[in-house]
């Protein structure tokens, strides 16, 4: 059985940071391409960000230069650290593994940024 678990999620002020983890079992990760994906109030979800099997990865232009995601191998999880968060990252952060046309989803963990 497939599972995405995300953590970290929270209540922080704005320029406050926080790190996502989404820990994975019942794949082999190593050959998946991990996400993280957000939705905020009123919002479509978008991809915050992306690292491919290779290490390679992508972000969103709103979250570039603040945001950044790894993954171990070794303990089956992909990471977003997030720095300099402003009211506008706040919504419901996603974890997607994703290989071929095989997509698996995490239930989600909210991120609130707020005074």
């Known amino acids: 059985q497939v599972q995405l678990v995300e953590s970290g999620g929270g209540l922080v002020q704005p320029g406050g940071s926080l790190r996502l983890s989404c820990a994975t079992s019942?794949?082999?990760?190593?050959?998946?391409?991990m996400g993280w994906y957000r939705q905020g109030p009123g919002k479509q979800r978008e991809l915050a960000a992306a690292?491919?099997?290779?290490?390679?990865?992508v972000y969103a232009d709103s979250v570039k230069g603040r945001f950044t995601i790894s993954r171990d191998n070794a303990k089956n999880t992909v990471y977003l650290q997030m720095n300099s968060l402003k009211p506008d990252d706040t919504a419901v952060y996603y974890c997607n593994s994703r290989f071929g046309d095989v997509d698996y989803w995490g239930k989600g963990t909210l991120v609130t940024v707020s005074s």
């Open positions: 690292i491919t099997s290779g290490g390679v990865t």
């Open positions: 019942g794949i082999t990760f190593s050959i998946y391409r």
